[in-house]
């Protein structure tokens, strides 16, 4: 099976930007659907958006759309999740999901990371 490390988190002010990676090690991660989630102090945890195995699909929820975006580097067996314009209530620990046949808004999926966290200050 697949296991998934995020890093890059870290304190950022507001109107920053931020990359956060997802490398996967056991099994290439070529063979998964990638998706990002966060979970917010006291909030549930939302989906953010995902990326297909080859890299040519991706989808961001539309309250992050127009400054986060995804992409990944199966040479590396990473994913990225970069985030521009960032604001306080981005705040949050960010978690990378894996599965094969897709990613699942819900958060219902095989193989998770143990996140990093994101912090944005005013």
């Known amino acids: 099976q697949v296991q998934l490390v995020e890093s890059g988190g870290g304190l950022v002010q507001a109107g920053g930007s931020l990359r956060v990676s997802c490398a996967a090690s056991g099994r290439p991660l070529s063979r998964y659907a990638v998706g990002w989630f966060r979970q917010a102090p006291g909030k549930e945890r939302e989906y953010v958006g995902s990326?297909?195995?080859?890299?040519?699909?991706?989808y961001i929820t539309d309250s992050v759309k127009g400054r986060f975006t995804i992409s990944r580097d199966n040479d590396k067996n990473t994913v990225y999740l970069q985030m521009n314009s960032l604001k306080v209530e981005d705040t949050a620990v960010y978690y990378c999901?894996?599965?094969?046949?897709?990613?699942?808004?819900?958060?219902?999926?095989?193989?998770w990371g143990k996140g990093t966290l994101v912090t944005v200050s005013p």
């Open positions: 990326i297909n195995r080859s890299g040519g699909a991706t």
């Open positions: 999901a894996a599965d094969p046949t897709g990613v699942r808004p819900d958060g219902v999926m095989p193989y």
